[in-house]
Structures are given as C-alpha cells and as structure tokens.
C-alpha cells in the first residue's frame, strides 16, 4: 500500500465509519441455530431469506427489534459443511454488548442453566467480557458496557425470558487474529481513521469512533497454520459508512491496490466486499438503507420467507430447494 496516498486519502475520509452493520457466518444446522440465538441468548429472528449468490440456501438475520444497524448476527446454512480448522488470518470472536458487570453475572448463570460452557469472566480488550460458544463452536464473549450510551436506534427484543436489565444491547468488540497485525491495522487506521485505544507487540485494539465499544476491532497477531472454514467460521464483518457514498470507498480501495465486487444491491441496503493482505473479508454498507421493514410490518418479522425483487420471480423455485421454515423456527 502507497503510505503517502493513504495519508492524503485518509484527511478525505475522516471519521467516516460508525461502527460495526452487521457480521456474517456459517452454521450446519438452522433448527438448532435459531433456538440457540432466540431462545437461549433472546434475539429477535428478524429476517429470513436467502444468500443471493445461492438461493438454494437460507440467510438468516437475528438482531434487536427491527434488525438495527449494529446488531445483526446473520448466518448462511450450508448441511454439508464441515468443522472450522482454527488457526490464524479469521475471525476469531464476536463481541455482544451487555450492560453491566452484573449483566455477566446474570448470563453466567443462565448460560449455566442451559449447559452451555464458558470461561468465565476475564478481559478482553480493555473490558470484562465473559466467553462461549454457539452450537456450531463460534466463539461469542459477553463484554460489560458498563452503563454507557448506545445508539439511538438500537432497541432490545423485549419478548423473551431474558431480565430487561441484562438484554443483549448490540454487537462490540470484535476479534481478528492474524498473521499481520500491522498491515491490518495500518487499513483500519489509515484509510477508514480508526484510532488506537492501545497497541501491544501481539495485541492492538482500534475504535471507529472514540471511546466507544460499538465500533471495535480487536487484532491478535499470531503466526502459524492458518485458519481452514468451516460451521461456526466467520464470513465477513460488515462496517456501516456514516456518510461517504459506496462510489467514494470503491474508489479508494482500488487506488489502494485492493479488489473490490463493485457495488452490490442487496434491497435492504447497499453495498461492496473487498479482502485484504490476511485474508480476512470486509463490507462496506452504504450511508442510506431501506432496512427490513421494507418488505415485512414490524410484527411480521423473520416469520416468513422474504425475497428481494429480483428473487421473487423465482419463488416457486427457491422454496422447492429449502426446509420449510415451520420445520426448523
């Protein structure tokens, strides 16, 4: 990457990521997916379609009421997938917000009380965070907000069994482990202006905005074997542009050196994908979405198959090829 060029493109795009949109995995089984993140972790199941590239596979959204920008865990199921080989260049965690230290206390014991192992509290990044893994082996930690301010529009799912003081609040921090840890820093920091909360010789934490958690990415630098996908891996971790067009960061990126898809329409929003020197894929959604209620009411969320426009021609197909939802919610 041309430094000088970074720099200068850096003053233009200044403060110009919000924080995390949403992140994407695989999962082998959506029957044993759905109730772990709705029943057991009280998410909202607040889109189900299908992956656009592959309509012949579900793409299933959880998030908070209406499926906020910060919020959404999606999955892809994939019945033949086999096991996520670990290793470095991945996705390693995935950070959920919750409000207090009493919140992990609270989730300690629930997680107890549905036989789900954990490590108990211990820090990560610079908070208390208490970790685990869903079903599939992606590792989840819990971090403790500590009572601060989260964005206007998130809003917790209230209709579950989960106490109203200790609901999942959004996505934080969120780990990457990889084999070089400076290129990826100097990408977050050089062209999207994350700033440095702390920098360690294996470790760096970066924040889209400062101070706050909703934005955080935490790189592990770790050599060795690297990582092989499978259930539980990560995909992708998309980043929400607050203002700068899609046009603006394709061009960018490819004045950088980086391959970009172009932009793609997914109908709820906007966006482009791009893969830099770890192997670890990015999105970037656009500033302006119609979001999932544009097809669906508030009420009627995740509770039926939903196509975009230029899918839905094809419904007849599509749904001949999937488990009918009712088989698996």
Do not use: C
Not at 117 to 123: I, P
Not at 159 to 173: C, V, Y
């Amino acid at each position: 990457m041309d430094v000088s060029r970074a720099t200068t493109e850096r003053e233009q795009v200044n403060g110009m990521i919000s924080g995390h949109h949403h992140i994407s995995m695989f999962t082998k089984d959506l029957k044993e997916n759905n109730h772990f993140y709705t029943e057991v972790l009280g998410l909202r199941r607040v889109k189900v379609s299908v992956n656009q590239g592959d309509p012949k596979m579900y793409h299933v959204f959880y998030g908070d009421t209406l499926g906020s920008a910060g919020n959404d865990l999606t999955f892809f199921e994939i019945g033949n997938i086999g096991s996520t080989h670990p290793g470095t260049n991945m996705i390693s965690a995935i950070g959920l917000l919750v409000p207090s230290s009493g919140s992990l206390e609270y989730w300690w014991q629930r997680l107890d009380s549905y036989d789900v192992s954990h490590d108990g509290v211990s820090k990560y990044g610079n908070r208390e965070g208490l970790r685990f893994k869903d079903p599939d082996g992606l590792a989840i930690v819990l971090i403790n907000h500590d009572g601060e301010a989260v964005p206007e529009a998130w809003q917790p799912w209230s209709e579950n069994s989960i106490d109203e003081a200790h609901r999942i609040l959004g996505m934080g921090t969120v780990e990457i482990t990889v084999e070089d840890m400076k290129r990826l820093s100097s990408l977050l920091e050089d062209i999207f202006d994350y700033t440095i909360v702390y920098e360690k010789p294996q470790e760096a934490l970066l924040a889209s905005v400062e101070n706050e958690a909703f934005g955080e990415i935490l790189i592990k630098d770790e050599s060795g074997k690297k990582a092989r996908a499978g259930r539980g891996s990560v995909h992708h971790l998309a980043i929400q542009s607050s203002e700068r067009p899609l046009e603006e960061w394709d061009r960018i990126l490819k004045n950088q050196g980086y391959v970009t898809t172009g932009i793609k329409d997914r109908y709820y929003f906007e966006s482009l994908y791009f893969t830099e020197e770890n192997d670890i894929t990015f999105e970037i959604v656009g500033p302006v979405s119609r979001g999932f209620t544009a097809d669906r009411s508030a009420e009627a969320l995740g509770t039926t198959l939903d196509l975009p426009p230029f899918l839905e021609d094809r419904r007849e197909e599509i749904e001949s090829h999937l488990r009918p939802i009712e088989k698996w919610i």
